[in-house]
């Protein structure tokens, strides 16, 4: 059973340009929810994706948005990249009520510049 | 709204002694609170999760917590480490009366395992 799977690994980008990244969830899951982590820091709260709708969203600017596809896969994109950017972004899939297991992967490292 | 304290951002220990990572949570409503572990390169791993049954969990790799309500408290502990312990360790707090299922992370603690 493959667990959640990101793609790409590492990506480097420019200052104002834009990134997308993509998430396949564990299956069975049909929630995925979108992380940033700072170097040093815990993961942050994007926004999390049900019923191909953004259900919560965490104090993210509209620069971040995101997709949910009919078989549960989502998409992380960012417009206008900021230096502050630069984090590992971590997908995160489970069923939609609160205590279920979040099962997350291994992340996309983004480097801004 | 919820956070998560993590005290000491690094703990070091010899290898075969015990391991205590503090975590202190605030929430209004009873939480589901969560340990994961998180590997260099690596994303992150549940150890265990507490959701209002035992209030001792055990959890993967000999790891366990305790809930304590009166101390908002869900301190991790290994009662003898290993170096492959060596890692950083979130707590996290989901509230359980939300809507969806989403984290809140502390900042982290890097454990150090000395031979």
């Known amino acids: 059973d493959a667990g959640v799977t990101q793609s790409p690994t590492h990506l480097i980008k420019t200052r104002g340009q834009q990134v997308t990244l993509r998430c396949s969830p564990k299956s069975g899951h049909d929630t995925v929810s979108w992380y940033q982590q700072a170097l040093g820091q815990g993961p942050q709260f994007i926004f999390q994706?049900?019923?191909?709708?953004?259900?919560q969203r965490g104090n993210f600017p509209d620069r971040f948005s995101g997709h949910q596809f009919p078989n549960y896969s989502s998409e992380l994109n960012v417009n206008a990249l900021l230096l502050g950017d630069s984090a590992l972004y971590l997908c995160?899939?489970?069923?939609?009520?609160?205590?279920?297991?979040?099962?997350f992967g291994e992340g996309s490292w983004l480097t801004v510049v | 709204a919820q956070s998560v304290t993590q005290l000491g951002s690094h703990v070091s220990v010899s290898e075969g002694a015990l391991v205590l990572l503090r975590c202190n949570y605030s929430?209004?409503?009873?939480?589901?609170l969560f340990w994961y572990v998180q590997y260099p390169n690596q994303g992150l791993q549940l150890l265990l999760k507490?959701?209002?049954?035992?209030?001792l969990v055990k959890g993967i790799n000999g790891f366990e917590a305790e809930f304590k309500k009166s101390e908002t408290s869900f301190h991790l502990t290994k009662p003898s480490a290993h170096m492959s312990d060596a890692a950083e360790y979130f707590c996290?707090?989901?509230?359980?009366?939300?809507?969806?299922?989403?984290?809140?992370f502390g900042g982290g603690t890097r454990v150090l395992v000395k031979p």
């Open positions: 507490y959701t209002s049954a035992a209030t």
């Open positions: 929430s209004s409503v009873p939480p589901y």
């Open positions: 994706y049900y019923e191909e709708e953004e259900r």
């Open positions: 995160a899939s489970s069923l939609p009520d609160s205590g279920n297991t979040i099962y």
């Open positions: 996290a707090v989901s509230d359980l009366k939300a809507a969806g299922n989403k984290l809140t």
